[in-house]
């Protein structure tokens, strides 16, 4: 059963064909970091207009690149929420139109269980290898999520961010430190090799399993002001380089550390068998190999073109929905706030 993949809840319009939830046969995503990197972040109304200009050449191109037609293709999985209104729009009228138009049925993903799915296509079945109940982090520009996977549609909410989700908050110390945008793998570049002279805070949030990052970026920006990184222009060009790799360094261990310890706690308190990441900010070198190195359980952590919003994860989880029964009608709306577990 081929699936047609579309997503389009940030800047990236991205579409995919997957074979039964598993085989990859085309995975386009055309970015905008270059747009909105001017503009230091997301710009919604500016995204929702690429999007209407980059869709059907980009579906387009994945049928061709899986060397297909439309009409061989079975069904279309769509993200309907959460993310930016004006983008999810975009995405789900073109899945609409393809689903009416072919007469093939119509699936919509929640982009967060879309993340999940992604480990299907990059590992053995993760329902039997390492099997169900897996503990899942979704960590992204716009979420902090640690839920229970304990089978397919069934998920138990952990906890979440009270505040910045981890993407935003790297994004938020990039700007701090003065380097570009998306701030994830700005810092992780910065901080590549450098052990940090100096910690930074850790919001553990004791008792519960909720995340905080106001709190270490607030504390970087204080310390980048007694260092003089932040607003610049008082140290010469070699010192200022090497203030902002040790802070870049000190932030980067500080959030892994707290998404870490709180994934590998949940994983042991609710007896998992595996432990699975999605999400942009998991494609982070160091969180992958700090959990992977720590879990005593299995990690599936997907590569990292499938860590960011893609339109083959949106694909993977619609078989599964198909699976169940799980069709959408055409009175299906957007959802930007739309939650998981």
Known sequence: ?????????CDETAVAVVEDGRYLHSN?????????????????????????????????ESLDQAGMKLKEIDGVAVTYGPGLAGALIVGLNTAKAIAMSMEIPLIGVN???GHLYAAWLDSDMPETSPGFP??????????TDLLVMANHGRYTLLGRTRDDAAGEAFDKAA????????GGPEIQKTAEGVSASLTLPRAMLRGTYDFSFSGVKTALLHTAQRSKVYPGGELDEM???ER????????QDSVVDVMVSKTIQAAVEYDARGILLGGGVTANAMLRSVISAKSPVPVLIPAPILCTDNGAM????????LGRGLVSTQAIDVDPGLSLG
């Open 1 to 9: 059963m081929k699936i047609l993949g579309i997503e389009t809840s």
């Open 28 to 60: 386009v995503i055309a970015s905008q970091i270059d747009i909105h990197r001017r503009y230091g972040g997301v710009v919604p109304e500016v995204a929702s207009r690429q999007h209407v200009l980059q869709m059907m050449p980009v579906v387009t």
């Open 111 to 113: 982009h967060l269980e």
């Open 134 to 143: 897996m503990v899942c982090l979704i960590a992204s520009g716009g979420h």
């Open 175 to 182: 700007r701090i430190l003065g380097l570009g945008f998306p």
């Open 239 to 241: 010192l200022m380089t």
């Open 244 to 251: 902002v790799k040790d802070l870049s360094a000190a932030f």
């Open 314 to 321: 949106v694909a993977a989880c619609g078989y599964f929905h």
